[in-house]
C-alpha cells in the first residue's frame, strides 16, 4: 500500500507540516521507522530524538516545535491517529465469508449475510447471528444465543445457552461466556447447587480477553455493557454490572453481584469482593484487595483498600518497619529510664 | 408449569400458612416476584418488605412472624428450600442422548446407558463411561479414562490419560483434567523434565468450574474428594489433595503436594504454598499468602497468614501507617530533648 | 522392562555401591519403592530411613555413607539421576504417526515426516511443521505458523496466526498463544484499538502450562526465549520477553514491555508490572507486585518489593503492629506526663 501523505491525513486526520506529497508505504514504531514509513512521537524522550529519525512522516503533538526540517503531521493526540494509520495499513483480514460444511448448526438458524463459521464449529438451536460475524474454528454456542453484527470470535471460545452478543465484539481465544454462577446453599456438610438460570449479555463494542470467564447470572443477568475491554484471564462471577468503557486488566477477579461503573480502570489481579459497588471513573490499583464500595472518581489501591496517595505513603514506610520497631524499643527504654529517674528524683 | 403449594411443599419441604391450594407457576427473587411466584425472604432487610411483596408465596425462617396476611412457607433454611424449587421449575436441560457421527471415538470404548456425545467430541482407548453422561461439543478425552453415571462435561474441556472422574460431577468449560505437574529438576543452567507418570481423580458430586487447570501427580494422584466445588480459573499443582465438600472461590491457586482438608473453604485468589497441609473446616481469607499449615477449624488471613482477627487489627493500623510513624518521630524529638535537658540538669 | 542396575547406571549415569547385577523393573517414590524399584533419596529425612527401605537400589548424594547393605547408586543429583529413569521406565507416548482425515489443512501446508495431526485439528495456510510434531484434537493454528521437530502440541490449544514455535517444545491445553495485546487509545470516554500486528515467538525447549495466555506483540514479538518453563494460567503481556530457563510459577502475570532476564523464578501469583527490566538470575516471591525493574541477582519479595530478607523481617512485624500501636499510645502518654511535670518543675 502506497499513499500520499495528504491522503494520509484526509483518513487518520491531522494536519500537515512538511511536504504533503510524501509517499507513506508503512507504519513503524519510532525507532524502526525507515524513508517511507509513518510514525509517531509523544513523549519527551522520543520528541527529542527527532533530528535523528529516518522516518518518512511522524505525528507529533500540535504543541512541538522542530529544530529540522522533517514531514510532521500535528495532532490532538498522536497515539490515536497513529492506531488509526496502523487500522488503515494493517486492516483486520477478513476470514472467507461462508459455513463450513464441517460446521454443525442447529434448527432455527438465522444467519445474517457474509457471516464466516470454520470448521468444526457446534451451534445449538435456535441461533441469530448478524451480518459478517466470524465464528473461528473450534467455536461452541449453546442454545438460543444471539449474535450481533460484526463480531469476531476467536477459536476455542465457548458460548453457552441462552447468552446475547452485541455488534462489534470481539471476544479471544479459550473464553468462557455463561458458565454456572458460583452458588451452593449448605445443607449439611455438604452443598447444594443453586440452579443459575440468568444469562450473560455483552453490549456493542466489547472486548473480552483470552481465557476470560463470564459468568451466567443466578437470575437475570451478567452484563458487560458497551465498550468495555477485558484482559487475559479476567473472572466475572454471577450479576456483576461492567459500565461502559471500563477497563479490567489481566487476572482481576470480580465476585458475585457487585456493580462496577462506567470509565473505571481495575488494574491488574485486583480483587473485588461481592455485593459491592465501585463508582464511574474509579481506579483501582493492581493487587489491590477492594472490599467496600468506592466512591465514583476515586483512586484506590492497596490491601485493605485506602486512597492511592496514602497507599504510597504507607507503602514507603512498610519497608522501614524493622527500623520503626527498633527505634520504637529504644525510646521504650529510654522512657522508662527517665521515667525511672523521675520517680527517683520525687522520692 | 403449574403446582398447588401444599404439592410444592411435598416436594421441596416446608409448612405452609396460608392457602394451601394456592397454584404456583413460577420462582423469582424477592423484588421480582409476582402474583403465581414463589420467592423467599430470610435477611431482615427483606423480611421487612413483606408487606409490600406481590409474591404469590414466601419461603421464610421458623422464626418469621408475619403482620399481614400472605401465604407463606416456613422452612429451617428458606434459601435451601427455594433452590429446591430452582431446581425444580429450571431442571437440568437433558442432551438428546446419543454419539454424534462426527465424534471420535477409540479403542475399547464401554459405554452406559443414555449417554450423550456432542458433535466433535473425541475419546481416546479403553475408555469407560457412565449412564447419562454427557460430553459437550469439543470435549477431548485422553486414553484409559473412566467417568461415573450422570456427569456433565461443558464445551472444550479437556481430560487426559488415566484420569477418573466420578459420578454427578459437572466441570465446566476450558477446564483442564490432567495436564502434567510442573516439575523440573535443574541440570546447569537448565531445567530436566521430570515425567509426571501419575494421575487426576475427581470423586462424586464434585463440581470443577471454568477454566480451572488441575495437574495430575508426579506419582499416584491429584485427589479431589466427595462434593468439592470449585469456582473459575483455579489452579491445582500436582500431588494435591483437597478434602470432602471443600469451596475453592475463583483464581486460587494451590502448589503441589499440598494437603487441603474437608469443608475448607478457601477465599478468592488466595495462594496455598506446597507440601502444607490445611486443616478441616479451616477458612483461608480472600488474596491470603499461606506458606505454613494451618490447624484445623483454623480462621487465617493476610499476608503474612495470621489469625483473622487479628488481620483485622493489623487492616485498621495499616493504612494509619504514616501517621503512627510521624507520632513515633515527634515522640522521639520530645524524648530527646527531655534526655538532653536531664543531662543538663546534671551538669 | 527388566533392566540390570549396571545398564541403568549406563544411561542414567551415577556409580554402583552393591549388586551391578541386580534386576530392576521400576522406579518409584522412596516410601513406596518396592523390591525392584529403583528410587532416591536426597533429603536428611530419607536418607535416615534407608535402613528400612525394600527398594532394590537407591540413588543417593556422592556424601552419603550407608550403614546397611543396600545397592545404591552414587550421584551428584541424586533427583536429576532419578528424573532420568523415570523418562526411561516411562517414555512420552508417541502418538500414531499420520494426519486425521477429519483434521483441516490450509493450503501451503509443509509437514516434516512422521507428524501426529489429530482429529478436528484445523491448520491455516502457510503452515510449516517439523518432523515428529504433535497436535492433539481440538488444537486451532492459524496462518503462517511454523513449528519445529518434535514439539507436541496438547488438546484445544490455540496458535493464533504468524507465530514461530521452536522444537522439542510443549504447550499444555487450553493455552491461547498469539491473543491480541491489550492495546487501546482513549478517544474521548471511549477506547480505539491499536492493531496487534506482532507475533509470539517461542524458541526451543520450552514448556508452556495449561491455560496460559501469551499475547502477540503490538509490533515485533513477545519473546519466550529457550529453556523457559511456565506452569498453570500464566499471563504474559505483548511485547514481553522472557529470558533463557526462566521459570514462571502458576497464575503469575507479567505486563506489555516487560524483559525477564534468564534464569529467573518469578513465584506463583506474583504480579510484574509493565515497562521494567528483571535482571539475570532474579528470585520473584511469591504474590509480590514487582513495580520497579529488579537488578541481576536479586531476591525480592512483597508488595512494596524490597529484598527479601528485609521481607522476611517485614512479615515478622505486621502482625504485631496491633501491640506496636499499643506499646506507642502507651509511651506518648507517659513522655507527654513526663513533659508536663518537666513544665511544671520549670514553672
Known amino acids: 500500500m502506497e499513499i500520499s501523505l495528504a491522503e494520509l491525513v484526509e483518513i487518520i486526520g491531522g494536519d500537515i507540516a ?50 529540522v ?70 467455536v461452541v454456542v449453546g442454545d438460543n444465543v444471539t449474535v450481533g453484527d460484526d463480531t469476531e470470535v476467536y477459536p476455542n471460545v465457548t458460548i453457552l445457552d441462552n447468552c446475547r452478543i452485541g455488534c462489534r465484539v470481539i471476544i479471544h481465544s479459550g473464553s468462557v461466556i455463561g458458565s454456572d454462577g458460583y452458588g451452593f446453599v449448605q445443607e449439611g456438610d455438604s452443598h447444594f447447587k443453586i440452579p443459575q438460570v440468568g444469562v450473560v449479555q455483552i453490549d456493542d463494542d466489547v472486548e473480552i480477553g483470552a481465557c476470560n470467564t463470564i459468568d451466567r447470572a443466578t437470575f437475570g443477568k451478567t452484563w458487560i455493557q458497551k465498550g468495555v475491554k477485558t484482559d487475559n ?49 474509579a481506579t483501582i490499583g493492581p493487587q489491590a484487595g477492594i472490599s467496600r464500595s468506592v466512591a465514583e472518581g476515586q483512586v484506590v489501591s492497596g490491601t485493605p483498600e485506602m486512597p492511592h496517595r496514602q497507599w504510597l505513603k504507607v507503602n514507603r514506610i512498610i519497608p522501614r518497619l524493622p527500623e520503626i520497631k527498633k527505634r520504637l524499643d529504644k525510646l521504650e527504654s529510654m522512657v522508662k529510664k527517665m521515667s525511672g529517674n523521675g520517680k527517683a528524683d520525687n522520692s
Chains 1, 2, 3 share one sequence.
Open 18 to 67: 512538511g511536504d504533503a506529497h510524501k509517499v507513506i508505504s508503512g507504519v513503524a514504531p519510532f525507532d524502526a521507522a525507515g524513508k517511507t514509513d509513518l510514525t509517531f512521537a509523544d513523549s519527551a524522550k522520543t520528541l527529542k530524538q527527532i533530528e535523528g529519525s529516518n522516518a518518512g512522516a511522524i505525528i507529533v503533538p500540535r504543541s512541538f516545535t522542530p529544530s
Open 69 to 138: 526540517s522533517v514531514n510532521l503531521v500535528y495532532s490532538k493526540s498522536p497515539r490515536l491517529t497513529f492506531a488509526r494509520a496502523l487500522q488503515l495499513f494493517f486492516p483486520k483480514s477478513q476470514p472467507v465469508a461462508g459455513i463450513s460444511p464441517k460446521a454443525c448448526i442447529g434448527a432455527n438458524f438465522e444467519s445474517g449475510q457474509n457471516v464466516s463459521i470454520g470448521y468444526s464449529v457446534v451451534i445449538g438451536d435456535n441461533i441469530t447471528i448478524g451480518d459478517r460475524v466470524c465464528l473461528h474454528p473450534g
Open 233 to 281: 484471564q479476567v473472572h466475572i462471577g454471577h450479576n456483576v454490572t461492567v459500565g461502559e468503557n471500563t477497563l479490567i486488566v489481566a487476572q482481576v477477579g470480580i465476585a458475585g453481584s457487585t456493580s462496577i461503573g462506567k470509565n473505571v480502570t481495575l488494574a491488574g489481579q485486583a480483587g473485588i469482593s461481592g455485593h459491592i459497588k465501585i463508582g464511574d471513573y
